[in-house]
């Protein structure tokens, strides 16, 4: 499914399109986790802006990004909610739903006591994902919010696949995200035991024998 956006000339523009407000005032997201100089907040809503340049690689990126928004909401992956892209001369960007939260990483890095009922969570959203040959692309800790609900984030590399080609993919994907160390500051991967209760979240969602299959062949080397 293609996301079919308006194309905004400026900021004002699209926000007062979005939220219906003259003028709204952002400021940088104050998260170690978070690219700071390309994510903003605006105060008095619950939005967003992702920065991109308006460079041809950019907007392809944001594009494929707000299609993965799209289509994953369909199909009930907890994905933030899209709201447009502004797509000037200077730049093409992202507007999304604000998830006050913390990444999946900070509550390993912590050895939260929630941590296990988190990772079972983050397997149920990716076994939905895997169930319609949908790999995230980027699949780190780093990258799964954690606020009440999982979220899925910076989907800018998902993309659907079909037969042999998922699952080859598949494979390279989660033996990446298990052994991922938690971005440049930390160097923890994921234990047996943490990779195992991911996977049993996975299997909770996941209905394609044969993806559930690979990923035992994996998962219970």
Known sequence: MKYKHPKYASELEA???IVGFPELRSEKIDKPFHHNERVRVYHGTDIVKKYRSNHP???SKTHNEANAHV???RIGINVPQLFGILHSDQECSLFLQYIDSEPLTSLIV???SSLPQHLISTGRELGKMFNYGFLHGDLTSY???INGQT???DLESTRQFQGDEFYRKLVKEWTKFIDSTQGRRWKIPFSKKQEEMVFEGVRETLSNRKTRE???SIVLR
């Open 71 to 73: 289509d994953l909401d």
């Open 15 to 17: 926000l007062q399109a």
């Open 151 to 153: 979220y899925l984030v």
């Open 57 to 59: 690689r950019s907007v």
């Open 214 to 216: 690979v990923l035992e």
């Open 110 to 112: 912590s050895s939260d």
């Open 143 to 145: 990258h799964i919010l």
